[in-house]
């Protein structure tokens, strides 16, 4: 039985719900994926905020129609598509489909789309390589620690120096002053 009008209009409207979320779109071929890979791969991809949605390429072009930001997708519409939307962290989704491909080797990455621009297979992985979220959160917060640490240091090496530069003015007077004595 196939689906009703009003049913793919809500899958319609569902997908353009979604993408208008979404910050990355990917597009990998899935055919020969079992039910129990594609819920693995959703499973993996959770973590990261990324919607797997395996729908009709005709539907999602439907989604996509009327939204400028999303219309280079139109070109990877073709075959057996599962859209990966993803919603923010797109390096810990990227790394999480790549783990899910070396386990299964069954999908093959087609592109994506990212701010209306199209991207191929090696746009994407190095996407991925960049770091997560918390990775980069994390290294601009050692940055930030380590220069208040500087600051610090210098701030109190002030006072330090300027206490040893009026040692040496007060030890160079009273030098100067027993010289002057003894003549």
Do not use: H
């Amino acid at each position: 039985m196939g689906r009703t009008l009003e049913d793919k209009q809500e899958i319609v409207a569902e997908l353009k719900e979604t993408l208008s979320q979404s910050t990355l779109a990917l597009v990998i071929e899935y055919q020969g994926l079992t039910v129990a890979e594609i819920t693995d791969l959703r499973r993996r991809l959770r973590p990261s905020g990324t919607v797997c949605k395996v729908t009709k390429n005709t539907l999602m072009g439907i989604a996509i129609q009327d939204q400028e930001k999303w219309q280079p997708l139109s070109e990877l519409l073709k075959g057996s598509s599962a859209f990966l939307l993803v919603k923010e962290d797109f390096s810990s989704a990227i790394k999480a489909y790549q783990d899910f491909q070396k386990a299964t080797k069954k999908t093959e990455l087609r592109g994506g789309v990212m701010e209306g621009r199209l991207l191929k297979e090696n746009d994407v992985k190095a996407l991925g390589d960049l770091p997560s979220k918390e990775q980069l959160m994390g290294q601009i917060a050692g940055a930030i620690n380590s220069l208040a640490s500087k600051i610090a240091v210098g701030i109190n090496e002030v006072p330090g120096s300027l206490a040893r530069a009026l040692q040496a003015v007060a030890e160079a007077e009273k030098g100067g002053s027993t010289e002057t004595t003894a003549e």
